[in-house]
C-alpha cells in the first residue's frame, strides 16, 4: 500500500459539498474514492483538507488516500482523471507518506467573487454572486475587511464545524479585497487566509462586507457586529457559488512535493 497526496480542483454546483454523504447524495469525496476505487479495483477512503459546503468550488483542496498502485504518479493521475466527471480533476498527484491533509495544514485560503451587472449574466451563474445595478463603496469594504486582521472570535460570523466545540477564535493572516473591470462590469474578489474558518464564516464576513459596501451598514456597526458574538446580527449569508478553496498551506517539510504558495510562512498583510 503506497500513500499520496494530491490536489484537487472541482466545480460544486452539483454537489452537497465535500463531505461523504449516505448515498445517493452527490458529494465531492464519494465521487472521488469511487474513481479511485474503479482505478485500483479496490475500496479507498480519501482525506480531505477541507470540508467545502454545497455549491462551493475549489481550485486548491488538497486530498491524501493509500492504494496499490504499480505504475507512475502520472498515470495514476491520468487513470483517476478519466475516471472522474467532467466538473472534478486532480491537478497534481504525488507520494507523500506520514501526510494528514487537514490536520497538518497551517492555513487555508478562499477567495469569493462578486460581479456588479446591469443585467443578469447566464455565464456568471456558477461561480460569481451578481449584484444587479448596484455600486460598492470598496474603500469601505477594505476598511471593514481589516478589521478582521489578526486573532479574534468570530462567534457572530459562525460556528465551530466540530461537534461540541465552543471555540470561535480564529488567526487570520490576510483579508483584503480587490477590484478590477471586465467587460460585463466590475469584478470585486475578496481573500482570505487563516489558520481555520468556522461553518459558514466566510460567506457571512462577505455579506456583511457587502452590506457595508452597498452603504446599508456603518464600518462601526460591522465592527459592533463583530464584537457582539451574535450571530443573528450578521444576517446576510453571501450565496455558495463565489465561494472558491484556493489553497492549502503546509511546513515546509511537507510541502516539499507541492507548489512554493503552498510551501509559504502565514504572514500578515495590510489592506
Known amino acids: 500500500m503506497k500513500s499520496y497526496a494530491a490536489i484537487l480542483a472541482y466545480d460544486g454546483s452539483e454537489y452537497q459539498g465535500f463531505q461523504r454523504q449516505p448515498p445517493p447524495t452527490p458529494t465531492i469525496q464519494a465521487a472521488v474514492e469511487a474513481a479511485v476505487a474503479a482505478v485500483a479495483r479496490q475500496n479507498c477512503a480519501v482525506i480531505g483538507a477541507g470540508r467545502t459546503d454545497t455549491g462551493v468550488h475549489a481550485l486548491g483542496q488538497v486530498i491524501a488516500f493509500d492504494v496499490n498502485w504499480n505504475h507512475s504518479e502520472d498515470e495514476l493521475l491520468s487513470a483517476i482523471n478519466s475516471q472522474l466527471p467532467m466538473d472534478i480533476a486532480l491537478q497534481r498527484l504525488w507520494r ?7 490536520y497538518d495544514a497551517r492555513w487555508r485560503q478562499y477567495a469569493y467573487r462578486i460581479a456588479t451587472v446591469t443585467a443578469r449574466n447566464p455565464l456568471l451563474n456558477r461561480t460569481v ?15 471593514a475587511a481589516a478589521n478582521c486582521l489578526g486573532e479574534h472570535d468570530f462567534a457572530a460570523f459562525g460556528r465551530p464545524p466540530q461537534p461540541g466545540s465552543k471555540n470561535t477564535v480564529r488567526q487570520i493572516f490576510q483579508s483584503r479585497w480587490e477590484m478590477a473591470s471586465e467587460e460585463y462590469g466590475a469584478a470585486y474578489t475578496y481573500r482570505i487566509r487563516g489558520t481555520a474558518f468556522l461553518y459558514h464564516m466566510v460567506r457571512r464576513l462577505v455579506g456583511t462586507m457587502v452590506q457595508v459596501g452597498r452603504g446599508k451598514l456603518s464600518l462601526q456597526g460591522f465592527e459592533d457586529i463583530m464584537r457582539s458574538r451574535d ?23 511537507m510541502a516539499q512535493n507541492m507548489t512554493c504558495e503552498m510551501a509559504e510562512a502565514p504572514l500578515e498583510e495590510s489592506i
Not at 507523500?96 to 487537514?102: A, G, T
Not at 450571530?231 to 517539510?253: C, D, M
Request: proline letters at 9%; zero cysteines; charged letters at 30%.
Open 231 to 253: 450571530i443573528e446580527r450578521a444576517k446576510v449569508l453571501a450565496p455558495p457559488q463565489g465561494l472558491v478553496l484556493e489553497a492549502v498551506g503546509y511546513s515546509p517539510r
Open 96 to 102: 507523500q507518506d506520514d501526510f494528514h491533509p487537514r
Open 129 to 143: 454572486w451578481q449584484l444587479i445595478g448596484e455600486r460598492m463603496d470598496l474603500a469601505a469594504m477594505k476598511k
